[in-house]
């Protein structure tokens, strides 16, 4: 029987400067959201489609993949330069922990 997974991060899965790059990193990031969507499970989010967002996009699934690995990420960039979304998805209680540890 497949138990579902904790929605708890792992404090030490970064050090005290990789917390802090990835903080600064995390608001750059959804300071740029321009649209939400509420899911059962989760959000999708919708962003401009620009290089450097997708690459800053690319680096916190990386760092949050590592201390928080219950959440599920999907991202997708439309086709003709149409925008990206990220969709964070998880157990239940996962948007509830989106809401009070990121800000969404």
């Known amino acids: 029987m497949n138990q579902a997974?904790?929605?708890?991060c792992n404090?030490?899965?970064l050090n005290v400067l990789q917390r802090e790059q990835f903080d600064s990193l995390t608001q750059a990031i959804f300071?740029?959201?321009q649209e939400k969507c509420e899911l059962?499970?989760?959000y999708v989010l919708r962003f401009i489609n620009?290089?450097?967002?997708l690459l800053k996009i690319a680096e916190f699934i990386g760092r949050e993949n590592v201390c928080c690995s219950f959440l599920r990420f999907q991202l997708e960039v439309e086709e003709q330069r149409g925008p990206i979304w990220l969709k964070l998805t998880g157990?239940?209680?996962t948007k509830e922990?989106?809401?009070a540890?990121?800000?969404i």
């Open 5 to 8: 997974p904790a929605i708890a």
């Open 11 to 13: 404090p030490i899965a």
């Open 31 to 33: 300071a740029q959201v």
């Open 40 to 42: 059962e499970n989760g």
């Open 50 to 53: 620009a290089p450097d967002v």
């Open 91 to 93: 157990p239940e209680g």
């Open 97 to 99: 922990f989106l809401k």
């Open 101 to 103: 540890e990121i800000g």
